[in-house]
Nanobody, 130 residues
Framework: QVQLVESGGGLVQAGDSLRLSCAAS????????MGWFRQAAGKEREFVAV????????DYADSVKGRFTISRDNAKNTVYLQMNSLKPEDTAVYYCAAVFSSLGFFRQSTYSSPRAYDYWGQGTQVTVSS
């Protein structure tokens, strides 16, 4: 089974950028649907972005669309989340998630649900000050 390790979180000011990394081992990211989720204190885990294994197509939560970009580097077996124009409301623990080669990952109700993913990283804290 695949193991996921996030890194790249930190404390930044509003308007700054960060790039989160999700390094995978025990599996090839190009064969997994890869997602990023986040969980703010006292709130439920919420979907941020998804990258589909076969097409490479992506989808984003409305709150991050145009500011965040999910990508992968097959050679490094790593998935990234580039976050630009950060806002205080982006403050959360960010989690990388994966599910193996599942089809039908185009329904928002599917790819945006944490239950659709089998593997999770430990999370990395992102704090955006105003």
């Amino acid at each position: 089974q695949v193991q996921l390790v996030e890194s790249g979180g930190g404390l930044v000011q509003a308007g700054d950028s960060l790039r989160l990394s999700c390094a995978a081992s025990g599996g090839t990211v190009s064969r997994y649907n890869m997602g990023w989720f986040r969980q703010a204190a006292g709130k439920e885990r919420e979907f941020v972005a998804v990258l589909r294994w076969n097409s490479g197509s992506t989808d984003y939560a409305d709150s991050v669309k145009g500011r965040f970009t999910i990508s992968r580097d097959n050679a490094k077996n790593t998935v990234y989340l580039q976050m630009n124009s950060l806002k205080p409301e982006d403050t959360a623990v960010y989690y990388c998630a994966a599910v193996f080669s599942s089809l039908g990952f185009f329904r928002q109700s599917t790819y945006s649900s944490p239950r659709a993913y089998d593997y999770w990283g430990q999370g990395t804290q992102v704090t955006v000050s105003s």
